[in-house]
């Protein structure tokens, strides 16, 4: 029997475009699990949309010189356009900033405050003299006062996950000016959590103890056993959904009140486009409410937001909530400001039509349950030796020896040996076993167990060698290739969720579409003899070392740039007098020897002629420059610096270095050739 199933996935925030650690983290897993409902016959709306409201776009706007509006215009487009372009089959794509959200959230909040589910505080806020304004959660940065990380923000330290507000953070200051905030008195509405402990306490940590994520279940029952408090729901802002109550002028809803409403308004939003009424999707018990997010989004959907459906009264509480944790990229954590990630629009543009190796590749490594790290190697690794030799291996050898000896008709059988038989078994059963990992969200492990049908087939026919027995036993190889056949045609189907472009091209090239989740596993032909299929077609192609050192080489001209913008300028040194650098005895030399000193991985031992004499001088740039680049370069010297001994060998004087942004050093010498020995004053 069919059932009605109500999967979200986090809405994006629309001050960027998104990467691979929002597609692995949420976006995959649950188009997955779309998917895989739909194909099991049960009414799905997968919902999702633009998260339009909150400081950080006010930020940005004012750094850029637009208005919030054109950020999230822009933004909205690009997100909305990567979602379609790697196939996350929404069924409805909204935003916030929609009318139809406003209306909702407008009347959500009044709902509640007609319930005196608030509690209205006049509380103290910090405020910027300077910008005549208070300063909202993001406007505010300082040491977080749980880890001690200098660069929290007001409503969370992005190092440890702790939730905070802007008053907690110690040495505060506004983002806006970079001045101390002041404290300024303000009235707001608050969501007093802590009257819903008992309640979350038997529904999570009672009720869900067994069935929700480890990760997910532990992060919870910290928070609940911390003791909850009250949370503002509003907030001193002109850009958001204003506080539609008596005193609420000049004030808006608080992005995390309104965005997950946004679910809701964008439910209404497809209902109304479908014909179909949106209630029973939030409102009837049969209905299952599954939250696909990340782990900083963990305390909003599993705390906050149930809280604010359980006071308003008529809505389904989530079923579950399988958070994954973080991506991180070449061992180091993904980063929007420091361009420490791969973009989806750059992706398509360096991978054209490689969609499904990216979903794969994130699937099979996908941060269920710990932070996990995406590198190139590991997934040209994945495309290479799975989806290639496995994979579009066995498809590729199933269609051209169908068409080869048969002109691409489907052989008819003669009779099934054991192997046969229990090959053709072993391909009923996947459907269950990739089923059951789907539903306890182990999608990794389902993409794995897809890849174990594949590799049946590659077993299949190399025990059974068609290409061999062709020339001795014709009935034989009709009833292998038949079998072949089979296993590829339930690859087409079941390889829909996780590699949804490969199953439309699969379903072309065998020139059939008809099978559902339930066919493979009830039906006992799945090609018919005599059905006619396609020319084969590479589903994969291998991605060679040079493709890869080219991604490699785009994160590393990242690193550079970071590392040349962060650069720390030392500041400048005591003050001396005009007699003091008089003392300095500094001359043009030229190097005329220099070898690397033994055991050692940084001293050049150099000969330098001064003008005044010969001498040796040790210096450190051996990482940098080897012997042969310095012999003969002109270089400037300390002549008078007291001579020292290094691994024994007396230096006697300094060559001038400095070093580049990228770190590198380079000489401090003379831009055109100079006598040796003439002084620098």
């Known amino acids: 029997m069919s059932k009605r199933y109500t999967i979200t996935a986090a809405l994006p925030y629309t001050n960027g475009p998104i990467h691979i650690g929002h597609l692995a983290g949420v976006y995959v897993p649950a188009d997955i699990y779309a998917r895989y409902k739909r194909l099991t016959g049960n009414d799905v709306a997968f919902i999702c949309g633009s998260d339009e409201h909150g400081v950080p776009i006010t930020i940005k706007a004012k750094k850029e010189g637009v208005s919030p509006q054109d950020i999230v215009d822009k933004y909205h487009a690009i997100i909305k356009k990567s ?62 006062p749980k880890c001690g990380n200098e660069e929290a923000y007001g409503d969370q330290c992005e190092n440890c996950g702790s939730s905070l ?15 101390v905030p002041t404290l300024k008195e303000t009235k707001h509405w608050f969501l007093p959590l802590n009257k819903h402990e008992d309640f979350l306490r038997e529904w999570i ?39 539609p109550v008596p005193g609420g002028e000049g004030k808006v809803l608080y992005v995390w009140f309104d965005a997950p409403i946004g679910y809701i308004s964008a439910t209404k939003e497809w209902a109304a486009k479908e ?61 929007t400001s420091k361009n420490w990630a791969v973009w989806l629009p750059d992706y398509l543009e360096d991978f054209p039509n490689q969609q499904d190796v990216l979903r794969y590749a994130l699937t099979a490594n996908a941060p ?26 066995f498809i590729n050898r199933v269609v051209v020896l169908t068409n080869k000896y048969y002109d691409g008709i489907v052989p008819e059988v003669s009779e099934f040996t054991d192997i046969d038989t229990e090959t053709l078994a072993a391909v009923k059963a996947y459907p269950a076993v990739i089923e059951s990992s789907i539903e306890r969200y182990r999608f990794r492990e389902a993409s794995q167990e897809l890849m174990n049908l594949a590799r049946l087939g590659n077993k299949y026919l190399a025990d059974e060698e068609p290409w061999k027995l ?75 070392d040079k493709t890869i050192q080219e991604q490699l080489d785009k994160l590393e001209a990242s690193k550079k740039a970071n590392e040349a913008a962060n650069k720390v300028i030392e500041p400048q040194k005591d003050l001396i007098t005009f007699d003091d650098f008089t003392k300095l005895d500094i001359r043009v030399g030229t190097i005329l020897e220099a070898e690397k000193m033994p055991k050692t991985k940084k001293l050049l031992v150099l000969k330098v002629d001064t003008g005044i004499d010969t001498r040796t001088i040790v210096s450190g740039i051996a990482e940098t420059f080897t012997p042969e680049d310095v012999i003969g370069k002109q270089v400037t010297v300390l002549v008078n610096l007291a001579p020292r001994k290094l691994r024994g060998i007396e230096s006697e004087g300094m060559i001038l270095m400095t070093e580049t942004p990228e770190g590198q050093l380079v000489f401090v010498n003379p831009d055109t050739a100079v006598d040796s020995g003439l002084q620098i004053s």
């Not at 099978?515 to 590479?538: Q, R, V, Y």
């Open 165 to 179: 507000n802007a008053t907690d953070l110690i040495n505060p200051k506004s983002a806006i000016t970079g001045n």
């Open 205 to 243: 940590l009672k009720g869900h103890k067994k069935d929700w994520k480890p990760n997910v279940y532990g992060q919870v029952k910290s928070w609940i056993d911390d003791g909850l408090r009250p949370r503002a729901v509003t907030r001193d802002l002109d850009w958001g959904i204003p506080v």
């Open 83 to 144: 979602f379609e372009d790697f196939g996350i089959t929404f069924d409805n794509y909204s935003r916030t900033s929609a009318k139809i959200h406003h209306d909702t959230a407008s009347e959500f909040f009044k709902t509640l405050y007609d319930k005196h589910e608030f509690v209205e505080e006049i509380t103290e806020q910090l405020y910027d003299e300077e910008a005549n304004q208070f300063l909202a959660d993001r406007f505010v940065t300082g040491t977080c």
């Open 368 to 393: 269920e349950s710990k932070d996990n790290d995406f590198t190139w190697k590991d997934f040209q690794a994945r495309n290479n030796n799975e989806l290639v030799a496995i994979f579009g291996n």
């Open 470 to 544: 062709v020339k001795t036993d014709e009935k034989r190889t009709k009833t292998i290739m038949f079998v072949a056949l089979q296993i590829a045609s339930a690859l087409a189907t079941l390889s829909e969720p996780f590699l949804p472009f490969t199953s439309t091209k699969l379903k072309g090239v065998l020139n059939t579409d008809a099978n559902s989740w339930e066919d493979i596993s009830t039906k006992d032909i799945l090609l018919a003899s005599g059905h006619h299929i396609g020319k084969g077609e590479l589903l994969f192609s291998k991605i060679e």
């Open 275 to 335: 014909g179909k009424d949106w209630e029973p999707y939030w409102k009837d018990k049969d209905t299952k409410l599954v939250h696909f997010i990340g782990k900083d989004n963990i305390v909003f959907h599993c705390i906050i937001f149930p809280s604010m459906l359980k006071a308003e009264g008529s809505y389904i509480l989530p079923d579950n909530v399988p958070a994954n944790e973080f991506l991180n990229l070449e061992g180091n954590k993904l980063s």
